[in-house]
C-alpha cells in the first residue's frame, strides 16, 4: 500500500477521521471479514450444519475435514488443478521469454516508425478485446486443426492473453535500471544480448517476477478461453468450479472447498505484488 | 540497423500477440457478412455474401434486445456504484495511517485477486433461497416470514441484484486501490497551500482533492466499464442465464449462438458490435491514461 499522506491527517483526531475510521474498519468487516469467515466456516462443517448459520467451530458445530477429504479424493478435480498448474506456469513462462525482450527493447532503444509508446499501445489495446470476439473463433478453428480440449492450445492462447500486462510491467521495471550500468558492460567487451541478460535482467528482477505472478493469477482465473477451448481432458479448474452439478442450496460445503482451491493460489501470488498489480490493471496510468 | 534490431526484440512477443487476437477478429469480420446459402451446382450449402442480413436478424430477435439492455444496465449501475464506494473508501483510507489501516487496506484488495466464477459460484451459497447467508440472516434476526424473502433465483429482478452485488463486490475494491494511489500521489505542497488559505473539509475535497483526483477517476470508469461489458463469469457461474435467459448476458449468448447453435454469421455480427463499442471506449481510456500518466508520475 502507497504511503498515506491523508487531507485530514495533520490535525489530530478530529470528528471527520472518526467518522472515516469507523466506516472504513466497519466497511473491510462487512465486505471481507463476514464472507471470508462464512466460505471457511462451511468449507469445515458437517452435512447437517452446512444450512445453519452457525459461526463458531466447537462450540456451535463439530469441525470436520470431510469435504476436503472427498473434494481432494475426486479424479476431476485432481485433473482440472494439474491442468491449471500446467497451462498457468507454462502460458506465464512463455510470456516472460518473449516479453522481457521486447519490454527492454521498448524501454531502451529507439524504434522506428511506430515508437515506443505507440508500440505499448497496440500491446495494451490488446486487453479491451472481449475474450468472446477471440475465443468463438478460435474454439472453431482449433476444432478444425484438432486442438481442440487440448493443453497446448490453452497455453498458446492464454500467453497472447497475459503478454500486454508481462510486457507493460517489465518495461517500467527496465526504465528504473539505469542505462549506465548496461553502457558500462557494452565498454568492456559485452554484447547487446549480454548487457540484457547480464546486467539488466537480474537488476529488474522483482519487477520481472513481479509480471509474472500476475501473469499466472490472470492465467489461473482465466474462464471464457478455456470455457470454449476444452471439453474434458483439458479442463482447468475454474470450469471444474463452475461446471458442478446444480448447487444452490445444497452440498455447500463442497462448494466452499472448491471455491477456496480456485481461489488461494492467485491470492498468494497477488498479496506479494498488489502495488504492480495496480500498474498492470490500469494500463500503467497509476503507479501504486 | 539499429532501428531493425530494436523489432527484432520486439517481433516474437507482438507477433504471438496479434495471432492469436487479429486472426480471430478478423475471421469474425468477414463471417458477420457471410451466411451459408444452398449452392445448386455444388448440392450442398456454401457460404455467400450477404450484406448486412446477419445483423438484420440480430435487431429482428427481441431476445437479443434484451440482453443488450440487460447487459448494458447491469455495467452501467455496477460502474457507478464500484466508483462511488471505491471512492468514500479511498477517501476514508486516505485520512487513515498506521499498521492497521494498511493491513484493512490490503484486506479489502482481496477480491479483485480471485477467478471471477470462483466468486459467482461461491455467492451461490451466499443467495441460496432458505440456508444462504443472506435470507438465512434476514430469517433469523430480523423475522423476515419466508414468504417475503427475497426469491434471488426465480425472480429475474432479483437475480439480477445478485448479479450486480457480486460484481460490486469483486471490482469495488479496484477502484479502491486505484483511487487511494492516486490519493497518494497528489502533491501534498497543494494542501499546504490551501489549508493556509483556510480550506478544509468538504471545500478542500471539492476544489482540490476531486479536481486532482479527475484524470484518475475517468481512467477507472472507462476501464471498469470495458470490463463490464464483457459480462461473462458472474453470470454464468450464479444464475446460468436464469431463470429461463433472463439474465444472459450479451456474451453468454454470443458463445451459445457460435458453438452452441453454430449460428457463426449470427454471433460474428454480434461480436463485431460489441467490439466496435469495446474499442471506441477502450481507444479513449489509453488516450486518456496516458495523459494521466502524465499527471501521475510527472
Redesign the interface.
Known sequence: ??????????TGLTP??WL??V???L??GV?????GC??VA?AFKQPRD????RWIPWLEYQPTLASWRETLADPQLRRTLRNSVIVSVGATTLALL??C??A???AR????PLGA?D?L?????????????????????AQRVGLYDRLVALI??H???V??LV?LITRSAFLDVPPELEQAARLDGCT?VGAFVRVALPLAAPGVAAAGLIAF?FS??E??AA??LTQYRAQT??LF??SSED???LD?GR??V??LI??LP??A???AV??F??RG???????? | M??L???L??A???V??????L???L??VV?AFLAPRFDPAAGRPRLRWVGFENFARFVADDQLLHSVWWTVGVACTAVVLEVVLGL??A???????GR???V???????????????????A???F??????IN??LA?WLGVPPERLPNW?SDPVWATVAILLVEV?QW???CF??L???L??QP?EL?EAA?IDGAA?WS??RH??LPLLR??LV??VL?RL?ES??L??VP??LTRGGPGTATQSY?MW??EI??TRYD?GL??AM??L??VV??S???M??W???R??SV??G
Open positions: 500500500m502507497a504511503q498515506q499522506t491523508g487531507s485530514f491527517s495533520h471527520q477521521r472515516a475510521a466506516g472504513f474498519y466497511a473491510v465486505w471481507i471479514i463476514v464472507p462464512w466460505t462451511q452446512v444450512h445453519s448459520l518473449l516479453g525482450p521486447a527492454y527493447a521498448l532503444f529507439r524504434l522506428r509508446e508500440t499501445l497496440v500491446f495494451l489495446s490488446q486487453r479491451f478485446l472481449p475474450p468472446v470476439v477471440v475465443a468463438v473463433p478460435l474454439a472453431l478453428m498458446v492462447v500467453t497472447a492473453f503478454l500486454p510486457v547487446m493469477g489461473w482465473n474462464f471464457v470455457l470454449m479448474l475454474p468450479v463452475a448447487t444452490w442450496g455447500m462448494v466452499a472448491r471455491c480456485a481461489v492467485p491470492l501470488a497477488g498479496v498488489q502495488r498489480f495496480i490493471l490500469t494500463l500503467g496510468a497509476v503507479k501504486g | 539499429r532501428t534490431r530494436g523489432y526484440w520486439v516474437p512477443a507482438l504471438w500477440t496479434l495471432a492469436i487476437s486472426g480471430p477478429t475471421y469474425m463471417h468514500a473508501l477517501l476514508a483510507a486516505w485520512s487513515l495511517t492497521a489501516a494498511r484493512a487496506g490490503g484486506l479489502l484488495t482481496m477480491p479483485m485477486l480471485m477467478a471471477p466464477v470462483a466468486v459467482a459460484y461461491l451461490t451459497t451466499v441460496a433461497q432458505d440456508v444462504g447467508l438465512g440472516s433469523r433465483r463486490w469495488t475494491p479496484f486501490a486505484v487511494l494511489a492516486g497518494a500521489s501534498s494542501y489549508r473539509g478542500l475535497l482540490v482533492t484524470p484518475v481512467v477507472v476501464i470495458v461489458l464483457k461473462f463469469d454464468y457461474g456474451s454470443i458463445k457460435g458453438l457463426v454471433a460474428s461480436g463485431l460489441l467490439l469495446l474499442a471506449s477502450g481507444t481510456a489509453l486518456l491514461s496516458k494521466a500518466r501521475t508520475q
